[in-house]
């Protein structure tokens, strides 16, 4: 009486087993990753079956004796269904992983356009005033022409490469979050989630990763990178600076006269 009692929790236990399994390789099938379990055997579905047949009874009376004979018996319909499943399921992982991995390239690909948008403006914005600095002081046409477009090209070629630094850190970004989803509802599961609650928390979940990931690559930027490179313009605008700052002392505390120390040690006026 006793054992029953211990089959039927032994038997629930399998079945709650089996249905987390399941909920887990649905949730793993949504990311692009195929079941756990391997493609189907053909020994997975032929069975021994013993048929009646009439054979020799091998004693010197002769005749023949009904007797049981094991025959392999293979379920075709059983195996092709269960092919077609596994096949069926493993090509929806293949177009589940494309279409993430289509996510994640439009996400790098928005962060590299945002911040190169800002980083052509920097630099349309250096060379025209570049030009106009090189005019002005009558170098435009020469040596220092070249070296400062050189310069200028230096300096938005190194602006590219950080910007696919950035764009790839963004891309790596959301991966990581959609891989956190992930594990948290296979735990969540685990736990006792069904899978209808997992499969529509990870929708839930996917969608905000990608929508924050989207407006975050969107405001990919650098600055502007020329302002510090050492190109005439910005030597120009940083002497002007110091100029004004001068005309502005001079102009408001020209008449202050410096004072000194004397021999004494004393402060006097000079």
Request: proline letters at 1%; zero cysteines.
């Amino acid at each position: 009486m006793g054992g029953g009692g211990g089959d039927d929790y032994s038997a629930k236990q399998a079945e709650i087993e089996r249905n987390k399994q399941k909920a887990r390789d649905a949730l793993n099938l949504s990311f692009g990753i195929s079941g756990s379990g391997a493609a189907p055997s053909r020994s997975d579905f032929t069975s021994t079956r013993y048929v009646d047949q009439m054979l020799p009874s091998g004693t010197d009376n002769g005749g023949d004796v009904l007797t049981k004979v094991p025959t392999d018996a293979f379920d075709q319909a059983g195996y092709d269904k269960a092919l077609a499943d596994f096949n069926g399921s493993s090509g929806e992982a293949q177009k589940n992983k494309a279409a993430r991995e289509a996510l994640y390239g439009n996400v790098r690909q928005n962060a590299f356009d945002a911040g190169k948008r800002g980083l052509d403006e920097s630099r349309d914005n250096a060379a025209r005033d570049q030009k106009f600095a090189l005019f002005a002081q009558g170098l435009n046409g020469g040596s220092v022409d070249i070296d400062q477009g050189a310069t200028l090209g230096r300096t938005y070629n190194k602006g590219l490469l950080d910007l696919g630094a950035k764009a790839d850190a963004a891309r790596t970004g959301l991966e990581s979050s959609d891989e956190n989803t992930r594990l948290g509802l296979l735990q969540s599961i685990d736990a006792g989630m069904d899978q209808g609650s997992a499969l529509s928390s990870a929708l839930n979940q996917l969608k905000t990763n990608n929508d924050r990931a989207s407006a975050e690559a969107q405001g990919t930027t650098l600055g502007d990178l020329f302002a510090g490179t050492g190109l005439l313009y910005t030597k120009s605008n940083l002497a002007r600076g110091k100029q004004d700052a001068g005309d502005w002392w001079a102009s408001n505390y020209g008449s202050a006269r410096p004072k000194s120390a004397g021999s004494n040690g004393i402060v006097t006026q000079t």
